[in-house]
């Protein structure tokens, strides 16, 4: 299954694997997650928090904390150990790690043009921007018009630019074009790293190709649900699904004629690894699939740091930090509004 990896991998990866390995071990863990689901004040948050690795990170915050602190905080901790990774790091697995922030640059690039659509400030907007996406002329997309101007004059020069020839168009931009233009962005971006993965061949295509699968699918089920009740045609959704995947090509074609959630359902009862998420969840209940999608995505990305020698590691320890903030958001939220009943609802634990 390894072929010869084993003989050479450590030569350029061992250290990061091991680096990447013990960062593992510092995720929480469930018995840290019930002791900050009974916090009362995001000051006990903190204060659980601190016996932490996030600890360093958010001692000198004065009193009163905001959610957005804590979050900010948390991200700041998974961007330093990326960008130390990235610094070690040779080629293949430099390209490899930053094939990973390629996701939030396309977020970035969507969050800037949106909020220049609806007339917010630029600098307002940079900070809500995730800091794993950033790239020098991110500020300069809010005097782009059109796709055609936003490529041209800022895209161009990032490692978005080969995504964006298939959604070049002079029509304007409005919510529903971004919106478009989001989707087959990642689709382009999705469709890339699998290949440079299945380039690499070995253990690292064999594990990134099925994570990269179920987020392929996982987005083909979102279009999906999501263009119901809009102007967007079958052919138009279809367009947007990824060429890869257990749904392709076949799942694609009945998703596309899917009218409601439960011809969803239906359609993905037929694939056994999808069969187990929807049993889980009763008819009607679709506000709950993001959580189980997200529970299948911890679980095989747990499942990654199972075998060795490598890369989906890098891949999959990015991915649970970054459930691991979404869970405090949560939680942090929940406290900050005084509803500690609906703390339980979107935390995914992860071990």
């Not at 380039?199 to 690292?204: I, S």
């Not at 060795?308 to 649970?320: D, I, K, N, P």
């Amino acid at each position: 299954m390894y072929g010869f990896e084993a003989m050479t991998f450590n030569i350029h990866g061992g250290y990061l694997e091991a680096i990447v390995r013990g960062h593992r071990s510092g995720l929480l863990t469930s018995a840290d997650y019930n002791n900050l689901c009974q916090c009362e004040t995001l000051d006990d948050i903190k204060m659980h928090l601190s016996a932490t690795e996030y600890g360093p990170y958010l001692q000198n915050e004065p009193s009163p904390l905001h959610t957005t602190t804590i979050v900010e905080k948390c991200t700041l901790k998974l961007v330093d150990e990326y960008k130390h990774m990235l610094c070690q790091a040779t080629e293949p697995l430099s390209t490899f790690l930053e094939y990973i922030t390629y996701g939030h640059m396309i977020d970035n690039v969507v969050l800037i043009v949106t909020g220049t659509l609806h007339e917010r400030d630029v600098n307002e907007l940079l900070e809500k921007c995730h800091p794993l996406g950033m790239f020098d002329s991110i500020a300069t997309l809010a005097v782009a018009q059109n796709m055609r101007e936003l490529y041209r004059l800022v895209l161009v020069d990032t490692p978005l630019a080969p995504y964006f020839s298939e959604c070049i168009t002079s029509e304007d931009l409005d919510d529903m074009n971004i919106e478009i233009m989001r989707n087959t962005l990642y689709k382009a971006y999705l469709e890339d790293f699998y290949r440079f993965c299945k380039k690499l061949g070995g253990a690292t295509a064999e594990i990134m190709s099925d994570l990269l699968a179920f987020e392929a699918d996982r987005r083909a089920v979102n279009i999906t649900i999501n263009s119901m009740g809009t102007e967007l045609t079958r052919d138009d959704r279809r367009k947007l699904y990824s060429s890869f995947g257990l749904l392709y090509p076949y799942g694609h074609e009945e998703l596309a004629v899917c009218e409601d959630v439960d011809q969803v359902r239906g359609v993905l009862e037929k694939y056994p690894p999808y069969q187990s998420i929807f049993a889980k969840l009763s008819y009607g209940e679709s506000q709950l699939l993001d959580k189980a999608f997200y529970e299948e995505e911890v679980k095989r990305e747990c499942l990654a740091f199972e075998q060795q020698f490598h890369y989906g590691v890098f891949f999959a320890y990015m991915r649970l930090r970054e459930q691991e903030i979404r869970n405090l958001m949560w939680i942090s939220e929940c406290v900050a509004q005084n509803q500690k009943s609906r703390v339980h609802d979107s935390v995914v634990f992860i071990f």
